[in-house]
């Protein structure tokens, strides 16, 4: 398994974007399938995005066309671009990857 540590969170308005990342203390290019999931107070745990080695992505239904992840195997990094982001996206992400590797998440709050 390997490390894994998020940042990007923050406190942004509605329809604004954050970026998150989630950088890996060792290689992730053995990792198939690493992915973000978000947990909120009274809310089900929600995988919202994951992605394959071989680039292919899956986005929960409640975030399609507005967030994109990606990964840079070559900097151990998997990213999670929001945009048009909206208050019930509000939660604690964060990343895993299917070593059973994951992180202490990064809290996004979307508020005016």
């Known amino acids: 398994q390997v490390e894994l540590v998020e940042s990007g969170g923050g406190l942004v308005q509605p329809g604004g974007s954050l970026r998150l990342s989630c950088e890996a203390s060792g290689s992730i290019s053995s990792i198939d399938t690493m992915g973000w999931y978000r947990e909120a107070p009274g809310k089900q745990r929600e995988v919202v995005a994951a992605?394959?080695?071989?680039?292919?992505?899956n986005y929960a239904d409640s975030v399609k066309g507005r967030f994109t992840i990606s990964r840079d195997n070559g900097k151990n990094t998997v990213y999670l671009q929001m945009n048009s982001l909206k208050p019930e996206d509000t939660a604690n992400y964060y990343c895993?990857?299917?070593?059973?590797?994951w992180g202490q998440g990064t809290q996004v709050t979307v508020s005016s």
């Open positions: 895993i990857a299917d070593d059973g590797s």
């Open positions: 992605i394959s080695s071989g680039g292919t992505t």
